[in-house]
DNA sequence: GAACTATACTGAACCCGGTTCACCTTAAGG
DNA sequence: CCTTAAGGTGAACCGGGTTCAGTATAGTTC
Protein backbone atom coordinates (compact mmCIF):
# COMPACT_ATOMS: atom_id res chain seq x y z
CA UNK A 1 0.00 0.00 0.00
CA UNK A 2 2.16 3.02 -1.21
CA UNK A 3 -0.68 5.48 0.24
CA UNK A 4 0.19 4.91 3.81
CA UNK A 5 3.29 6.87 3.89
CA UNK A 6 6.04 7.79 1.71
CA UNK A 7 9.17 5.60 1.62
CA UNK A 8 12.13 6.83 2.83
CA UNK A 9 14.79 8.13 0.68
CA UNK A 10 16.90 5.50 0.57
CA UNK A 11 14.37 2.71 0.56
CA UNK A 12 12.99 4.66 -2.56
CA UNK A 13 15.98 5.00 -4.28
CA UNK A 14 17.22 0.99 -3.23
CA UNK A 15 12.93 0.23 -5.14
CA UNK A 16 14.21 1.88 -8.17
CA UNK A 17 17.78 0.21 -8.26
CA UNK A 18 15.90 -3.54 -7.67
CA UNK A 19 13.77 -2.92 -10.62
CA UNK A 20 16.51 -1.62 -12.82
CA UNK A 21 18.04 -4.74 -12.23
CA UNK A 22 15.78 -6.94 -12.67
CA UNK A 23 14.65 -5.20 -15.98
CA UNK A 24 17.99 -5.41 -16.89
CA UNK A 25 18.74 -8.54 -16.31
CA UNK A 26 15.38 -9.85 -17.65
CA UNK A 27 16.24 -8.05 -21.02
CA UNK A 28 19.51 -9.73 -21.55
CA UNK A 29 17.99 -13.02 -21.85
CA UNK A 30 18.26 -13.95 -18.18
CA UNK A 31 15.37 -15.00 -17.11
CA UNK A 32 16.38 -17.09 -14.57
CA UNK A 33 18.44 -14.42 -12.97
CA UNK A 34 19.15 -15.60 -9.37
CA UNK A 35 17.60 -13.22 -6.55
CA UNK A 36 20.91 -12.97 -5.32
CA UNK A 37 22.18 -11.48 -8.83
CA UNK A 38 19.52 -9.22 -9.12
CA UNK A 39 20.43 -7.32 -5.30
CA UNK A 40 23.81 -7.60 -6.23
CA UNK A 41 23.27 -5.73 -9.42
CA UNK A 42 21.20 -3.66 -7.57
CA UNK A 43 23.75 -3.19 -4.93
CA UNK A 44 21.95 -4.24 -1.59
CA UNK A 45 21.52 -7.52 0.10
CA UNK A 46 18.52 -10.30 -0.77
CA UNK A 47 16.82 -8.95 2.30
CA UNK A 48 16.07 -5.54 1.20
CA UNK A 49 15.05 -7.14 -2.17
CA UNK A 50 12.23 -9.14 0.12
CA UNK A 51 11.45 -5.60 2.11
CA UNK A 52 10.17 -4.67 -1.21
CA UNK A 53 8.51 -7.31 -2.64
CA UNK A 54 6.71 -10.21 -1.53
CA UNK A 55 8.37 -12.62 -3.45
CA UNK A 56 10.47 -13.04 -6.48
CA UNK A 57 7.71 -13.46 -8.73
CA UNK A 58 6.04 -9.98 -7.62
CA UNK A 59 9.19 -8.55 -8.47
CA UNK A 60 8.85 -9.60 -11.97
CA UNK A 61 5.22 -8.99 -11.98
CA UNK A 62 6.15 -4.97 -11.02
CA UNK A 63 8.50 -4.82 -14.06
CA UNK A 64 5.87 -6.31 -16.23
CA UNK A 65 3.15 -4.38 -14.83
CA UNK A 66 5.54 -1.03 -15.85
CA UNK A 67 6.53 -2.67 -19.34
CA UNK A 68 2.54 -2.77 -20.15
CA UNK A 69 1.32 0.69 -19.08
CA UNK A 70 4.48 2.32 -20.88
CA UNK A 71 2.74 0.27 -23.93
CA UNK A 72 -0.30 1.24 -23.49
CA UNK A 73 0.09 4.83 -23.81
CA UNK A 74 0.63 4.23 -27.36
CA UNK A 75 -3.39 4.15 -28.78
CA UNK A 76 -3.89 7.73 -28.21
CA UNK A 77 -0.98 8.94 -30.32
CA UNK A 78 -1.22 6.26 -32.99
CA UNK A 79 -5.27 7.56 -33.32
CA UNK A 80 -3.97 11.08 -33.78
CA UNK A 81 -1.65 10.15 -36.32
CA UNK A 82 -3.23 7.97 -38.25
CA UNK A 83 -6.49 6.41 -40.09
CA UNK A 84 -8.20 4.14 -37.52
CA UNK A 85 -7.12 0.51 -39.39
CA UNK A 86 -3.62 1.81 -39.82
CA UNK A 87 -3.49 2.84 -36.30
CA UNK A 88 -5.01 -0.86 -35.23
CA UNK A 89 -1.92 -2.58 -37.62
CA UNK A 90 0.85 -0.34 -35.66
CA UNK A 91 -0.27 -1.36 -32.84
CA UNK A 92 -0.09 -4.64 -33.28
CA UNK A 93 3.82 -4.49 -34.62
CA UNK A 94 3.96 -2.41 -31.19
CA UNK A 95 2.82 -5.90 -29.94
CA UNK A 96 5.36 -7.45 -31.59
CA UNK A 97 8.31 -5.18 -30.84
CA UNK A 98 7.14 -5.32 -26.93
CA UNK A 99 7.18 -9.22 -26.77
CA UNK A 100 10.77 -8.35 -28.07
CA UNK A 101 11.84 -6.30 -25.42
CA UNK A 102 10.57 -9.17 -23.28
CA UNK A 103 11.69 -11.88 -24.79
CA UNK A 104 13.86 -12.49 -21.70
CA UNK A 105 10.76 -11.96 -19.50
CA UNK A 106 8.55 -14.04 -21.15
CA UNK A 107 10.14 -17.40 -19.43
CA UNK A 108 10.37 -15.14 -16.05
CA UNK A 109 6.30 -14.41 -16.98
CA UNK A 110 5.00 -18.09 -17.95
CA UNK A 111 4.53 -19.25 -14.45
CA UNK A 112 2.55 -16.13 -13.83
CA UNK A 113 0.25 -16.32 -16.95
CA UNK A 114 -0.14 -20.16 -16.03
CA UNK A 115 -1.34 -19.24 -12.56
CA UNK A 116 -3.46 -16.44 -13.81
CA UNK A 117 -2.24 -13.92 -11.68
CA UNK A 118 -4.44 -10.39 -10.98
CA UNK A 119 -1.34 -8.77 -12.10
CA UNK A 120 -1.64 -10.76 -15.96
CA UNK A 121 -5.55 -10.18 -15.80
CA UNK A 122 -4.97 -6.99 -15.41
CA UNK A 123 -2.40 -6.74 -18.36
CA UNK A 124 -4.77 -8.53 -20.34
CA UNK A 125 -7.44 -5.88 -19.76
CA UNK A 126 -5.68 -3.03 -19.98
CA UNK A 127 -4.22 -4.31 -23.61
CA UNK A 128 -7.74 -5.55 -24.49
CA UNK A 129 -9.28 -2.50 -23.69
CA UNK A 130 -6.69 -0.55 -25.88
CA UNK A 131 -7.78 -2.81 -28.81
CA UNK A 132 -11.65 -2.33 -28.46
CA UNK A 133 -10.38 1.28 -28.80
CA UNK A 134 -8.50 1.10 -31.73
CA UNK A 135 -11.49 -1.64 -33.01
CA UNK A 136 -14.19 0.73 -32.55
CA UNK A 137 -12.49 3.45 -34.57
CA UNK A 138 -11.86 1.17 -37.22
CA UNK A 139 -15.25 -0.36 -37.28
CA UNK A 140 -16.39 3.10 -37.18
CA UNK A 141 -14.82 3.90 -40.39
CA UNK A 142 -16.15 1.20 -41.94
CA UNK A 143 -12.09 -0.08 -42.61
CA UNK A 144 -12.52 -3.35 -39.91
CA UNK A 145 -14.95 -5.32 -39.18
CA UNK A 146 -17.17 -5.19 -35.97
CA UNK A 147 -17.37 -8.70 -35.16
CA UNK A 148 -14.21 -9.06 -33.09
CA UNK A 149 -13.02 -7.84 -29.87
CA UNK A 150 -10.05 -6.58 -28.09
CA UNK A 151 -9.98 -9.43 -25.60
CA UNK A 152 -9.90 -12.42 -28.63
CA UNK A 153 -7.50 -10.51 -30.86
CA UNK A 154 -5.35 -10.08 -27.97
CA UNK A 155 -4.84 -13.37 -27.39
CA UNK A 156 -4.85 -14.16 -31.25
CA UNK A 157 -1.57 -11.73 -30.49
CA UNK A 158 -0.65 -13.50 -27.92
CA UNK A 159 0.79 -16.31 -29.53
CA UNK A 160 2.88 -14.30 -31.89
CA UNK A 161 4.61 -12.60 -29.21
CA UNK A 162 5.09 -16.26 -27.77
CA UNK A 163 7.77 -16.80 -30.50
CA UNK A 164 10.83 -17.86 -28.60
CA UNK A 165 12.72 -19.15 -31.40
CA UNK A 166 15.51 -17.59 -32.93
CA UNK A 167 16.39 -17.12 -36.47
CA UNK A 168 13.81 -14.70 -38.23
CA UNK A 169 11.16 -14.86 -35.68
CA UNK A 170 11.09 -11.32 -36.08
CA UNK A 171 9.95 -11.76 -39.50
CA UNK A 172 7.54 -14.54 -38.87
CA UNK A 173 5.57 -12.37 -36.40
CA UNK A 174 5.35 -9.63 -39.23
CA UNK A 175 3.86 -11.96 -41.31
CA UNK A 176 1.39 -13.14 -39.14
CA UNK A 177 0.35 -10.45 -37.83
CA UNK A 178 -0.46 -9.47 -41.89
CA UNK A 179 -2.36 -12.69 -41.76
CA UNK A 180 -4.44 -11.52 -38.92
CA UNK A 181 -4.50 -8.31 -40.24
CA UNK A 182 -6.15 -9.92 -43.38
CA UNK A 183 -8.97 -11.27 -41.36
CA UNK A 184 -9.65 -8.54 -39.76
CA UNK A 185 -9.89 -6.50 -43.02
CA UNK A 186 -13.82 -4.98 -44.02
CA UNK A 187 -14.45 -7.32 -46.93
CA UNK A 188 -17.95 -7.22 -48.64
CA UNK A 189 -17.56 -11.29 -49.68
CA UNK A 190 -17.19 -12.09 -46.38
CA UNK A 191 -20.29 -12.88 -44.69
CA UNK A 192 -20.31 -13.22 -40.92
CA UNK A 193 -22.76 -15.36 -38.83
CA UNK B 1 19.65 -45.83 -26.54
CA UNK B 2 16.53 -48.16 -26.46
CA UNK B 3 18.02 -49.83 -29.23
CA UNK B 4 20.87 -51.27 -26.77
CA UNK B 5 18.81 -54.29 -24.97
CA UNK B 6 14.96 -54.68 -24.36
CA UNK B 7 13.98 -53.35 -20.93
CA UNK B 8 13.40 -55.91 -18.15
CA UNK B 9 9.90 -56.59 -17.73
CA UNK B 10 9.71 -54.79 -14.52
CA UNK B 11 11.57 -52.23 -15.70
CA UNK B 12 8.62 -51.37 -19.12
CA UNK B 13 5.94 -52.13 -16.78
CA UNK B 14 7.58 -49.27 -14.35
CA UNK B 15 8.64 -46.71 -16.87
CA UNK B 16 4.89 -47.43 -18.49
CA UNK B 17 3.23 -46.42 -14.88
CA UNK B 18 5.52 -43.53 -14.45
CA UNK B 19 4.82 -41.75 -17.84
CA UNK B 20 0.89 -42.70 -17.13
CA UNK B 21 0.98 -41.30 -13.49
CA UNK B 22 2.86 -37.72 -15.45
CA UNK B 23 0.36 -37.67 -18.28
CA UNK B 24 -2.34 -37.87 -15.70
CA UNK B 25 -0.72 -35.50 -13.57
CA UNK B 26 -0.42 -32.85 -16.23
CA UNK B 27 -3.92 -33.48 -17.35
CA UNK B 28 -5.45 -32.76 -14.18
CA UNK B 29 -3.31 -29.52 -14.34
CA UNK B 30 -1.01 -30.15 -11.96
CA UNK B 31 1.66 -28.91 -13.79
CA UNK B 32 4.03 -28.17 -11.22
CA UNK B 33 3.44 -32.33 -9.71
CA UNK B 34 6.24 -32.87 -7.29
CA UNK B 35 8.61 -36.13 -8.56
CA UNK B 36 7.90 -37.49 -5.27
CA UNK B 37 3.98 -37.08 -6.16
CA UNK B 38 4.60 -38.94 -9.80
CA UNK B 39 6.58 -41.38 -8.73
CA UNK B 40 4.17 -42.40 -5.69
CA UNK B 41 1.34 -42.30 -8.26
CA UNK B 42 3.52 -44.49 -10.02
CA UNK B 43 3.94 -46.79 -7.06
CA UNK B 44 7.85 -46.64 -6.94
CA UNK B 45 10.54 -44.21 -5.56
CA UNK B 46 11.98 -41.52 -7.03
CA UNK B 47 15.07 -43.40 -7.58
CA UNK B 48 13.37 -45.23 -9.99
CA UNK B 49 11.71 -42.10 -11.83
CA UNK B 50 15.46 -41.07 -12.50
CA UNK B 51 16.27 -44.42 -13.61
CA UNK B 52 14.58 -44.16 -16.18
CA UNK B 53 14.48 -40.63 -16.33
CA UNK B 54 17.51 -37.98 -17.03
CA UNK B 55 15.71 -35.21 -14.91
CA UNK B 56 12.12 -34.18 -14.63
CA UNK B 57 11.90 -32.38 -17.69
CA UNK B 58 12.87 -35.18 -19.38
CA UNK B 59 9.49 -36.93 -18.54
CA UNK B 60 7.31 -34.26 -19.57
CA UNK B 61 9.47 -33.91 -22.89
CA UNK B 62 8.50 -37.82 -23.30
CA UNK B 63 4.71 -37.26 -22.40
CA UNK B 64 4.93 -34.26 -24.68
CA UNK B 65 6.58 -35.98 -27.63
CA UNK B 66 3.99 -39.06 -27.45
CA UNK B 67 1.18 -36.27 -27.61
CA UNK B 68 2.32 -34.79 -30.53
CA UNK B 69 2.73 -37.96 -32.27
CA UNK B 70 -0.26 -38.80 -31.48
CA UNK B 71 -1.71 -35.51 -33.14
CA UNK B 72 0.44 -35.57 -35.57
CA UNK B 73 -1.03 -38.75 -37.40
CA UNK B 74 -4.63 -37.18 -37.88
CA UNK B 75 -3.78 -35.49 -41.46
CA UNK B 76 -4.02 -38.47 -43.48
CA UNK B 77 -7.08 -39.60 -42.32
CA UNK B 78 -8.79 -35.63 -42.78
CA UNK B 79 -7.12 -35.41 -46.04
CA UNK B 80 -9.10 -38.63 -47.38
CA UNK B 81 -12.15 -37.37 -46.00
CA UNK B 82 -12.68 -33.74 -46.38
CA UNK B 83 -11.61 -31.18 -48.97
CA UNK B 84 -7.97 -29.72 -48.53
CA UNK B 85 -9.25 -26.64 -46.69
CA UNK B 86 -11.67 -27.78 -44.75
CA UNK B 87 -9.02 -30.56 -43.89
CA UNK B 88 -7.16 -27.81 -42.65
CA UNK B 89 -9.39 -26.18 -40.78
CA UNK B 90 -10.11 -29.75 -38.96
CA UNK B 91 -6.34 -29.59 -37.78
CA UNK B 92 -6.62 -26.55 -36.75
CA UNK B 93 -9.06 -27.11 -34.44
CA UNK B 94 -7.50 -30.56 -33.54
CA UNK B 95 -4.42 -28.28 -32.31
CA UNK B 96 -6.57 -26.19 -30.28
CA UNK B 97 -8.27 -29.86 -28.90
CA UNK B 98 -4.56 -30.74 -28.49
CA UNK B 99 -3.74 -27.29 -26.29
CA UNK B 100 -6.89 -28.36 -24.32
CA UNK B 101 -5.71 -31.77 -23.70
CA UNK B 102 -2.41 -30.37 -22.68
CA UNK B 103 -3.40 -27.11 -21.08
CA UNK B 104 -1.97 -28.51 -17.81
CA UNK B 105 1.42 -29.25 -19.84
CA UNK B 106 1.49 -25.82 -20.89
CA UNK B 107 3.01 -24.45 -17.74
CA UNK B 108 5.30 -27.54 -17.56
CA UNK B 109 6.15 -27.38 -20.79
CA UNK B 110 7.06 -23.27 -20.46
CA UNK B 111 10.76 -23.91 -19.46
CA UNK B 112 11.25 -26.46 -22.24
CA UNK B 113 9.97 -23.90 -25.03
CA UNK B 114 12.08 -21.42 -23.73
CA UNK B 115 15.25 -23.64 -23.46
CA UNK B 116 14.30 -24.68 -27.34
CA UNK B 117 15.16 -28.25 -26.48
CA UNK B 118 15.74 -30.38 -29.02
CA UNK B 119 12.55 -32.03 -28.13
CA UNK B 120 10.29 -28.99 -28.80
CA UNK B 121 12.25 -27.93 -32.13
CA UNK B 122 11.26 -31.52 -33.19
CA UNK B 123 8.01 -31.43 -32.48
CA UNK B 124 7.55 -27.86 -34.34
CA UNK B 125 8.99 -29.29 -37.33
CA UNK B 126 6.72 -32.44 -37.05
CA UNK B 127 3.55 -30.65 -36.74
CA UNK B 128 4.69 -27.57 -39.14
CA UNK B 129 5.31 -30.63 -41.84
CA UNK B 130 1.56 -31.40 -41.16
CA UNK B 131 0.51 -28.35 -41.86
CA UNK B 132 2.70 -27.97 -45.02
CA UNK B 133 1.09 -31.02 -46.06
CA UNK B 134 -2.60 -29.44 -45.63
CA UNK B 135 -1.39 -26.18 -46.89
CA UNK B 136 0.17 -27.71 -49.65
CA UNK B 137 -3.02 -30.11 -50.95
CA UNK B 138 -4.74 -26.43 -50.40
CA UNK B 139 -3.44 -24.49 -52.28
CA UNK B 140 -3.23 -27.27 -55.07
CA UNK B 141 -6.64 -27.31 -54.76
CA UNK B 142 -6.91 -23.39 -55.10
CA UNK B 143 -8.86 -23.07 -52.34
CA UNK B 144 -6.08 -21.68 -49.91
CA UNK B 145 -3.01 -19.12 -50.56
CA UNK B 146 0.24 -20.13 -51.42
CA UNK B 147 2.60 -17.62 -49.43
CA UNK B 148 1.98 -19.15 -46.18
CA UNK B 149 4.10 -21.85 -44.84
CA UNK B 150 3.60 -24.56 -42.22
CA UNK B 151 5.87 -22.99 -39.61
CA UNK B 152 4.60 -19.30 -39.78
CA UNK B 153 0.91 -20.66 -38.93
CA UNK B 154 2.14 -23.24 -36.75
CA UNK B 155 3.52 -20.26 -34.66
CA UNK B 156 -0.23 -18.42 -35.10
CA UNK B 157 -1.81 -21.20 -34.02
CA UNK B 158 0.85 -21.29 -31.10
CA UNK B 159 -0.70 -18.40 -29.57
CA UNK B 160 -4.51 -19.61 -29.73
CA UNK B 161 -3.35 -22.73 -27.91
CA UNK B 162 -1.44 -20.73 -24.99
CA UNK B 163 -4.83 -19.91 -23.30
CA UNK B 164 -4.73 -20.55 -20.09
CA UNK B 165 -7.38 -18.35 -18.78
CA UNK B 166 -10.67 -20.10 -17.76
CA UNK B 167 -14.00 -18.61 -19.03
CA UNK B 168 -15.04 -19.84 -22.57
CA UNK B 169 -11.47 -20.18 -23.71
CA UNK B 170 -12.67 -22.47 -25.78
CA UNK B 171 -14.77 -19.96 -28.20
CA UNK B 172 -12.30 -17.40 -28.45
CA UNK B 173 -9.81 -20.34 -29.51
CA UNK B 174 -12.22 -21.18 -31.91
CA UNK B 175 -13.23 -17.35 -33.35
CA UNK B 176 -9.76 -16.37 -33.39
CA UNK B 177 -9.14 -19.73 -35.71
CA UNK B 178 -11.24 -18.35 -38.00
CA UNK B 179 -9.79 -14.73 -38.08
CA UNK B 180 -6.73 -17.05 -38.67
CA UNK B 181 -8.64 -18.94 -41.68
CA UNK B 182 -10.07 -15.99 -43.40
CA UNK B 183 -6.37 -14.45 -43.55
CA UNK B 184 -5.78 -17.70 -45.11
CA UNK B 185 -8.18 -18.16 -47.84
CA UNK B 186 -7.51 -17.66 -51.26
CA UNK B 187 -9.38 -14.49 -52.55
CA UNK B 188 -9.30 -12.25 -55.67
CA UNK B 189 -9.43 -9.32 -53.97
CA UNK B 190 -6.11 -9.36 -52.05
CA UNK B 191 -2.96 -9.04 -53.94
CA UNK B 192 0.40 -10.63 -51.90
CA UNK B 193 3.78 -8.29 -52.60
C1' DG C 1 23.39 18.80 16.98
C1' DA C 2 22.37 14.97 20.10
C1' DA C 3 19.09 11.79 21.23
C1' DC C 4 15.34 9.01 19.67
C1' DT C 5 12.77 5.80 17.00
C1' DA C 6 10.42 4.10 13.15
C1' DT C 7 12.01 2.54 9.05
C1' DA C 8 15.18 0.06 6.36
C1' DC C 9 19.28 -3.06 5.49
C1' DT C 10 22.05 -7.18 6.17
C1' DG C 11 23.28 -11.99 5.46
C1' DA C 12 23.53 -16.39 7.71
C1' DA C 13 20.25 -19.92 8.46
C1' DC C 14 16.18 -22.30 6.87
C1' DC C 15 13.24 -25.01 3.87
C1' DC C 16 11.62 -27.11 -0.12
C1' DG C 17 12.09 -29.85 -4.04
C1' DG C 18 14.95 -31.85 -7.71
C1' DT C 19 18.83 -34.98 -7.95
C1' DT C 20 22.33 -38.51 -6.54
C1' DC C 21 24.28 -42.84 -5.01
C1' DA C 22 25.59 -46.70 -1.95
C1' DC C 23 23.11 -50.50 -0.97
C1' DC C 24 19.35 -53.88 -1.54
C1' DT C 25 16.05 -56.75 -4.74
C1' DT C 26 14.77 -59.51 -8.44
C1' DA C 27 14.10 -61.05 -13.36
C1' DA C 28 15.94 -64.12 -16.42
C1' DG C 29 19.51 -67.37 -18.40
C1' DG C 30 22.00 -71.64 -17.38
C1' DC D 1 18.67 -73.52 -7.55
C1' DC D 2 22.42 -70.17 -8.42
C1' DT D 3 24.36 -66.26 -10.47
C1' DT D 4 24.52 -61.81 -11.80
C1' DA D 5 23.48 -57.89 -14.21
C1' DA D 6 19.59 -54.98 -14.51
C1' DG D 7 16.55 -52.61 -11.68
C1' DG D 8 14.68 -50.44 -7.37
C1' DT D 9 15.08 -47.90 -2.97
C1' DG D 10 15.09 -43.73 -0.13
C1' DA D 11 18.10 -41.12 2.92
C1' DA D 12 21.27 -37.58 2.06
C1' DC D 13 22.79 -33.80 -0.78
C1' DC D 14 22.52 -29.27 -2.92
C1' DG D 15 20.97 -25.13 -5.14
C1' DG D 16 18.09 -21.37 -4.80
C1' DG D 17 14.12 -18.87 -2.95
C1' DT D 18 12.70 -17.14 1.57
C1' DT D 19 12.94 -15.64 6.56
C1' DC D 20 14.27 -13.03 10.61
C1' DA D 21 17.15 -11.61 14.55
C1' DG D 22 20.44 -8.31 14.74
C1' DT D 23 22.31 -3.79 13.07
C1' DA D 24 22.31 0.72 10.70
C1' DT D 25 20.33 5.09 9.41
C1' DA D 26 16.79 8.76 7.69
C1' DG D 27 14.02 11.89 9.61
C1' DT D 28 12.16 14.17 13.59
C1' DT D 29 12.07 16.41 18.08
C1' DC D 30 13.92 19.29 21.63
Redesign the pocket.
Known amino acids: MPSS ?1 P ?5 QR ?1 RDALLAAARDAFLAGEA ?1 A ?3 DIARRAG ?5 L ?3 FE ?3 ALVEEVYRQEVAELCAAPSALLEQHAPDEALRQFLLLLVEHAAIGKGMAAALASIMATDSPVFVDARAQMAACLDRLLAAGSGAGTIRADVDGKTLLRAMGGVCNLRAAEGWREDATRITALLFDGLRCRADITRD
Open positions: RLRADANDHVEVAVGTYRHTRE
